[in-house]
């Protein structure tokens, strides 16, 4: 079966880039049947929609941070990233990535999640 | 942005007994395309977020029947007819008729 897992560094200075990637297991990520979305959660907090990214490389991003957000797929390594430039303390949170079928907004797979901490 | 407002924020139910949580959004979320492109979330402790209902009423696969939704335009709910244990979490509505899907602000479900 499918599964995804995020990794990356859980401490990022601000003003730095936070960068993230989601590795896709058991599937493809050229399976055009879907796309590959990032949402993160703040710490006892709700949760909030950050973009997607087809394999084509077709992007919708959130516009609250559209100006610091760089999504990518990289097929060779069957996994998608997330930058996110000049974070600040707000940007600490649990960044989970997760699959929708095509078509839909159906978000029924995720990954377990990584906690990024924004600090000095 | 929609903004998904969801009523109660928490919710204290008895074993074997209904809860409902409602959820409305700031506009209608249904599509020309005739789909509405509302969904519910749960989120057990520790875990990450797992689709429970999508499209309004449609029940993801494996999802017990005891979960129901509803709803049309702006306004939704869903319902557990009874309450169980594994069911303990924070419910989560969506909406994904435009960019940016934007999630409510979370009901917690404690067992009594």
């Known amino acids: 079966q499918v599964q995804l897992q995020e990794s990356g560094p859980g401490l990022v200075k601000p003003s730095q880039t936070l960068s993230l990637t989601c590795a896709v297991s058991?599937?493809?990520?050229?399976?055009?049947?879907?796309?590959w979305s990032w949402i993160r959660q703040p710490a006892g907090k709700g949760l909030e929609w950050i973009g997607r990214i087809y394999a084509s490389g077709s992007t919708n991003y959130n516009p609250s941070l559209k100006s610091r957000v760089a999504m990518s797929v990289d097929t060779s390594k069957n996994q998608f990233s997330l930058k996110l430039t000049s974070v600040t303390a707000a940007d600490t949170a649990v960044y989970y990535c997760?699959?929708?079928?095509?078509?839909?907004?159906?978000?029924?797979?995720w990954g377990r999640g990584t906690l990024v901490t924004v600090s000095s | 942005d929609i903004v998904m407002t969801q009523t109660p924020l928490s919710l204290s139910v008895t074993p074997g007994q209904p809860a409902s949580i409602s959820c409305k959004s700031s506009?209608?979320?249904?599509?020309?395309?005739?789909?509405?492109?509302f969904y519910w979330y749960l989120q057990k402790p520790g875990q990450s977020p797992q689709l429970l209902i999508y499209e309004v009423s449609r029940r993801l696969s494996g999802v017990p029947d005891r979960f129901s939704g509803s709803g049309s335009g702006t306004d939704f709910a869903l319902k557990i007819s009874r309450v169980e244990a594994e069911d303990v979490g924070v419910y989560y509505c969506m909406q994904g008729i435009n960019f940016p899907f934007t999630f409510g602000q979370g009901t917690k479900l404690e067992i009594k």
């Open positions: 997760a699959r929708a079928k095509s078509g839909t907004r159906d978000l029924t797979l």
């Open positions: 058991g599937g493809s990520i050229t399976n055009g049947s879907y796309y």
């Open positions: 506009q209608s979320l249904l599509n020309s395309d005739g789909k509405t492109y």
